[in-house]
């Protein structure tokens, strides 16, 4: 059983968490426990972000994975406002977003991370590379949300922010023992006006002419939700229960181009999880997990009415897996998952289900210093039948370095959307054929006792790549589009030279091309894919008096397949200071300036996002029991 636990842990190792802000951090923290979701992709390359370690950085979501070298994410119009992620050059509905292992969004579908708020997440998991270990839709890999977990001590926490742009949100949490094990509430709250200024062409086929300038319109939002959470063990037994709701109403400002004045958009969503695992002799666990999730998505407005009911997409599951290390050598596992998907609202009330089962073995050598993981998962989704074989390995070396590879391959059915639902101008094709990819990465790491750095290269070819295509006068419609490839390399390192100076940096070079033979998109770049992307961040001071800088940079990106329209490059600069006094309760006071350098970029369809702005959090700690709790403070902004 050592030798299993020693290999499951291995997923982490890799992980590079962000540096802190509020307070410094004496000596590197060990990674944290991988969660389930992890430990099913124990050869991984995998970067962990502690939310808590970026405290007073007024990170939503998608700024916290934008930290993560692979990553890209888009987002319209700023603050709560639509935000998706790319991984390693996939589509964004090429990539599993999963909340504690429960899939945020439809088999195939992009998931919309401004309905996830930060103030639930304690850290992210990033799983970069193709495959099926967790379900269909990974084909640039996974990330999931891990939320905040119960606690043994009565903790409780007021949390709160505001700042340009009519910017204000809050949140309460309590945690300790609750009858026979421990519980976790958190309630929260956000609104913004969205109202920054932008420049605007409004002539665009006259070179030269001045630009005017606009304040964004029709782009507030409010949000408001919660999260429940208990656990409990006995002996080998431990059950975790988990209830995550929320509810938004938002303005759709439209593109600069064509504002919408008065289109709206209503979402509210539930989801639960319970997972109930035990210890078994002689090494290995028995679990038992169950979930389902509830969304509805209603459209006024604008021309928007086409949706002649709200949309309402519900899907449920069951998964039971069994771990047992055979021979002091041998972990194997094995899983069976059942699952339903259903929609209704739209023109089209589709269902399927879902059938997936999984083996692997997890084969130890020298001790556990080195591992061998071969794996298969088939899957039923509906109509579509996919196979994603993987083999993974994970060497452990002297002087604290790593290596590990992977060579696999996974599916992406298309989602209900692509296939049945009219989308105002968007129309479906139910003649549409899986996507499949086909990748390889390899990593090596190092960790020092005061420093950690990791690079990777990777490369991925995508097979049936749909994409959404304009043959007017007919509306836009998603085909099959013959093969992409997609290749790169991801650097990350992270120092701690004093309890006083913190630095962190990551940077993603990706080449992600089309393979179709038509000569208007042969070998052209694909869209909304930056080929360079970094981040990086400095912390200098003590607790009571830190200071940070940051940067982030993304080069131009195409938004159309034949490279004919470009997304200018953006170089985004926020400083921030922070204290946290020394008082009977911890008291954090955190002030930032975002877009030091007023930038202005957009991004999709040319949505402006914000330019500078000034936020200001405050958070205090009450603790009865317990006079010494970490206190988090997540104020919100515009993702960049």
Not at 540 to 553: Q, T
Request: aromatic letters at 6%; hydrophobic letters at 45%; proline letters at 7%.
């Amino acid at each position: 059983m050592k030798h299993l636990a020693a290999a499951l842990a291995l997923v982490s190792f890799g992980a590079a968490a962000q540096d802190a802000v509020l307070p410094p951090v004496d000596v590197p923290a060990p990674p944290a426990e991988p969660s389930p979701t992890a430990r099913r992709e124990p050869t991984a390359v995998t970067t962990t972000i502690d939310a808590n370690e970026h405290a007073g950085e007024g990170k939503d979501v998608a700024a916290l994975l934008a930290t993560a070298p692979g990553v890209a994410t888009q987002s319209s119009a700023g603050l709560l406002q639509r935000q998706t992620v790319s991984l390693r050059g996939a589509s964004s509905n090429g990539v599993l977003v999963l909340l504690d292992g429960i899939p945020l969004g439809a088999t195939g579908a992009s998931t919309d991370l401004s309905l996830i708020p930060a103030p639930l997440v304690d850290r992210v998991e990033v799983l970069r590379g193709a495959s099926g270990r967790l379900g269909p839709g990974a084909l640039g890999g996974a990330v999931n949300l891990v939320t905040r977990r119960p606690t043994d001590a009565v903790e409780l926490s007021a949390e709160g922010a505001g700042g340009s742009f009519g910017t204000f949100q809050g949140h309460l949490t309590g945690a300790g023992p609750l009858g026979p094990g421990e519980g976790l509430a958190l309630v929260y709250g956000a609104r913004t006006a969205g109202d920054f200024g932008y420049l605007a062409d409004d002539t665009p086929s006259l070179p030269g002419d001045p630009l005017q300038r606009r304040t964004r319109a029709n782009n507030d939002a409010a949000q408001g939700g919660g999260l429940l959470a208990w656990r409990a063990r006995s002996g080998p037994t431990s059950l975790d229960v988990v209830g995550e709701g929320m509810g938004l109403d938002r303005g759709l400002a439209g593109p600069a181009a064509l504002p919408s004045a008065d289109a709206r958009q209503s979402t509210a969503h539930g989801l639960g999880g319970l997972r109930l695992a035990r210890d078994l002799d002689g090494g290995g666990d028995l679990s038992l997990f169950s979930w389902a999730r509830l969304d509805r998505l209603a459209l006024r407005g604008g021309g928007l009415t086409a949706v002649a009911a709200a949309q309402v997409d519900a899907a449920a599951g069951v998964e039971l897996s069994a771990r047992r290390l055979v021979f002091e050598r041998h972990g194997l596992e094995g899983t069976l998952s059942l699952a339903g998907e259903w929609l209704s609202g739209g023109s089209a009330a589709p269902s399927w289900a879902r059938l997936g089962l999984s083996v692997s073995d997890e084969v130890l050598f020298f001790d556990g210093a080195f591992s061998l993981v071969p794996s298969v998962r088939l899957d039923v989704t509906g109509p579509f039948l996919g196979v994603s074989p993987r083999l993974g390995a994970v060497a452990l070396l002297p002087k604290g370095f790593e290596l590990r590879a992977n060579v696999g391959q996974a599916h992406r059915p298309p989602s209900f959307l692509e296939l049945y639902v009219e989308q105002g101008t968007l129309a479906p094709n139910a003649l549409l054929r899986p996507e499949r990819a086909f990748a390889t990465d390899a990593a090596v790491a190092w960790r020092g006792e005061r420093a950690f750095g990791q690079a990777a290269v990777f490369g991925q070819w995508t097979q049936d790549l749909i994409t959404y295509e304009y043959y007017p006068p007919s509306r836009a419609r998603p085909y099959n589009f013959e093969n992409a490839r997609a290749l790169g390399v991801e650097l990350e390192a992270r120092a701690e030279p004093t309890s006083f100076v913190s630095l962190a940096a990551s940077y993603t070079f990706l080449l992600a091309q089309n393979l179709k033979e038509d000569p208007r998109y042969y070998l052209k770049h694909l869209p909304y894919r930056p080929q360079h992307a970094a981040h990086a961040l400095a912390s200098v001071g003590p607790s009571w008096l830190r200071a940070r800088a940051e940067l982030l940079v993304q080069s131009e990106q195409y938004a159309n397949r034949t490279e004919a329209v470009v997304l200018p490059a953006r170089a985004l600069v926020t400083v921030g200071l922070g204290s946290k006094l020394p008082l009977a309760w911890p008291v954090t006071v955190s002030a930032e300036v975002r877009n030091l350098l007023d930038v202005q970029t957009m991004d999709l369809d040319g949505y402006p996002l914000p330019g500078r702005g000034f936020f200001l959090s405050l958070g205090v700690a009450l603790s009865p029991l317990k006079k010494t709790v970490p206190l988090a403070i997540a104020s919100t902004t515009e993702a960049p």
